[in-house]
C-alpha cells in the first residue's frame, strides 16, 4: 500500500522563486505592523505642540496634521488659546494664517499678542448657526488656504465630524474642533481628542482622552501662565498653593497677653 504524503500548501500553489522572493519580505512587514499597545509614531507630518511633555505622548510627537483633534473643555474659549498657543505661534512664524470659526467669546487682540499671535495673520469668522459653522469649517479645511483652522462646534453630531476627518485628510495645516467637556463620552472619528482643564498655581491639565496608542491615564501637569501675567506676577503669586508661614509676632494669646509674658519675665 503507497502512503500519501501531506499537503503542504505553501509547496503546492507557491512557485520556487517567489518563495524565496517572499523571504525577505516577512521581516519588513513585521516591523510595518502598529501594536495598538504602542504610540503610533508612523503618522503623517505633525506640528509640535510646544509643549515637551504633551509631544512625548502624542503619535508622532506632535498635533497631527491631515487629520481633525478635538479640543475638550468645561469653559469655551478660555483654556484653548493658553493650550494651542505655542503651535499656533509657530504657524504664523511660518507665514500661515490662523482662522477661527464662531468662538463663543469675542477674541482678545492684545492677549493673542501675548501668546504670540499677530493680528495681520489671524482671521475671525463669526458663525451663529450651527449649520454655518459647519459649512464654512468644511469649507476652510478644503481650501487648505489656512495654517490653522479653529472651530467651535459644541452641537456636531458624529457623523459630521467623520465628514470632517475625510475632508482633512487632504489638508496641510492643523484643524482643530473645540467642543464642550460631555462630549467625551461621545464617538468621534477624530484620531486624537484632548480635555483641557484648569489646575493649581496658573496650571493647565490634559488628559487625552483618545489616541492612537494606549490609554493615557494619568493627566499631563503643564505650566501655563495665560496672556502677559509672566512679567508681572511675583514669585509669590505664581505659586498660590504654597503655605505660607505663620506670623512670629502674636501667634499665640492676644499683644496685651505677649506683654504680660515678658514682664513676668523680666
Known sequence: MSTVPAFDPSVATTPAGARACLQPIAPRIAESVWR???????????????????DAE????????????????????????????????????????VVVVGPPRHPH????????????????????????RLW????????????AVIAWLPKA?????????????GCDGLAILCRPEAARHESSAAPLRV??????????????????????????TLPSIPGGLAAVLTPRLRRLTRAVAPEVSHAVGSPADSARVQHAAA
Open 36 to 54: 495598538g499597545t504602542e504610540v503610533e509614531h508612523r503618522t503623517t507630518a505633525v506640528q509640535p505642540t510646544g509643549w515637551p511633555e504633551l
Open 136 to 147: 464654512t469649517t468644511e469649507q476652510l479645511i478644503k481650501s487648505r488656504a489656512a495654517g
Open 58 to 97: 502624542l503619535p508622532g510627537g506632535g498635533w497631527p496634521q491631515q487629520s481633525i483633534v478635538e479640543i475638550l473643555s468645561a469653559q469655551p474659549a478660555v483654556l484653548e488659546w493658553r493650550l494651542l498657543s505655542p503651535a499656533l505661534r509657530s504657524v504664523v512664524q511660518g507665514g500661515g494664517q
Open 109 to 132: 487682540l492684545p492677549g493673542l499678542q501675548h501668546l504670540g499671535l499677530s493680528e495681520r495673520q489671524f482671521v475671525w469668522i463669526q458663525a451663529d448657526q450651527p449649520a454655518e
Open 157 to 169: 453630531r458624529a457623523d459630521q465630524v467623520r465628514r470632517l476627518q475625510v475632508c482633512a485628510q
Open 195 to 220: 480635555q483641557a482643564s484648569a489646575g493649581l498655581d496658573w496650571n493647565l491639565h490634559v488628559h487625552i482622552v483618545k489616541r492612537r496608542g494606549p490609554t493615557h491615564e494619568q493627566p499631563l
